[in-house]
């Protein structure tokens, strides 16, 4: 059996064409230039990654996503903050 060709499936197969730059992401300024300009972590990338989107790819699904990585952000800072003794937080 022929083994397929992994080259021209990753430059010819549909689902692969124009991947890193896709129509949903078509703006003054990539969500990617922006996350690494303001060197976001995770839980701020994917935000903004989704809260872009939303209205050109997966509607109320990306809108929840963001929410489910603000949520995660949230507990975090939290967290931080009650590891954080009164005097720390002075500083």
Do not use: C
Request: hydrophobic share 30%; charged share 30%; proline share 5%.
């Amino acid at each position: 059996m022929r083994q397929p060709n992994i080259d021209s499936y990753l430059t010819d197969h549909p689902l692969m064409q124009d991947n890193t730059n896709p129509k949903h992401y078509k703006s003054s300024i990539q969500p990617i230039d922006f996350i690494d300009a303001n060197n976001l972590d995770f839980y701020e990338g994917n935000i903004v990654k989704y809260v872009t989107r939303w209205k050109h790819k997966n509607g109320l699904e990306d809108l929840n996503k963001a929410l489910w990585y603000l949520k995660r952000l949230v507990n975090n800072v939290e967290r931080q903050r009650e590891k954080t003794t009164p005097d720390q937080e002075q500083a």
